[in-house]
């Protein structure tokens, strides 16, 4: 990944959000919260490439399918996917979509690669706002009390996440990370994108290419999320 990253201490950022306060999201029409998960790639984007003839994409929409069918009881959610087959759907695209559907929460899977070989676990990012940070007096007190519930929510959920997926990867966490992530970058909702392995690494290969492990990675996503909205 060739992107800006500023990693942070996922405890310091607890303690910042803690002070900022804010309360989980309105409910959405008909009391239910809206949750988008974004498979990523699709189509002729492959992604990266895990074996032969399986693709980031491939594994991604596996996952997001499973993770849907979990929460598919939950009575207080709604779940859309940005993509539910294997088509290509552009970055424009999906972010036009979260932007008119203005869900509660937006979570988007993905793998890893590079690093070298011995890079393995599970990272998350999360988008920082550092736009308003650095320009206080451009930015209105309502717009800078909604960008910091956006990112409260989503360290919050980023902390569930971690403590559940460190049960299929223990002592993988690769931590909490700022990122300028296109897929996040600019959204107006609470977002994380969370990176579920490594293709370039045997042993988070071996995992991510069993069916056992994806709808666990998938359970443990939903456990996340029922923690969160309850």
Do not use: W
């Not at 999906?94 to 890893?112: E, G, M, Y």
Request: glycine content about 6%; hydrophobic content about 40%.
């Amino acid at each position: 990944m060739s992107y800006k990253i500023k990693k942070i201490c996922l405890m310091g950022i607890l303690a910042l959000v803690f002070f900022m306060g804010g309360a989980l999201p309105l409910l959405a029409a008909g009391g239910k919260r809206i949750i988008v998960i974004d498979p990523s790639h699709g189509g002729e984007d492959t992604g990266v490439k895990i074996k032969d003839r399986v693709d980031e994409k491939d594994i991604t929409l596996i996952i997001a399918l499973a993770l849907q069918k979990e929460l598919a009881q939950e009575s207080n959610l709604q779940i859309i996917l940005t993509r539910d087959s294997d088509r290509e759907l552009s970055l424009e695209e999906r972010k036009k979509n979260v932007a008119k559907i203005k869900p509660d929460f937006f979570l988007s899977i993905h793998i890893n690669s590079g690093f070298g070989k011995n890079a393995s676990g599970f990272e998350l990012y999360y988008p920082g706002f550092k736009d308003m940070t650095e320009r206080k007096t451009a930015v209105n007190v309502s717009t800078r009390q909604a960008k910091n519930k956006y990112l409260n929510d989503s360290v919050r959920m980023s902390h569930l996440i971690q403590k559940n997926l460190d049960a299929l990867f223990p002592r993988k966490s690769r931590g909490l990370r700022e990122s300028d992530l296109p897929i996040i970058d600019g959204l107006s909702v609470p977002a994380l994108v969370v990176e579920i392995g490594f293709a370039t690494n045997s042993e988070d290969k071996k995992k991510l290419l069993s069916p056992d492990t994806q709808v666990e990675i998938a359970r443990a996503l939903a456990k996340s999320i029922k923690s969160f909205f309850r």
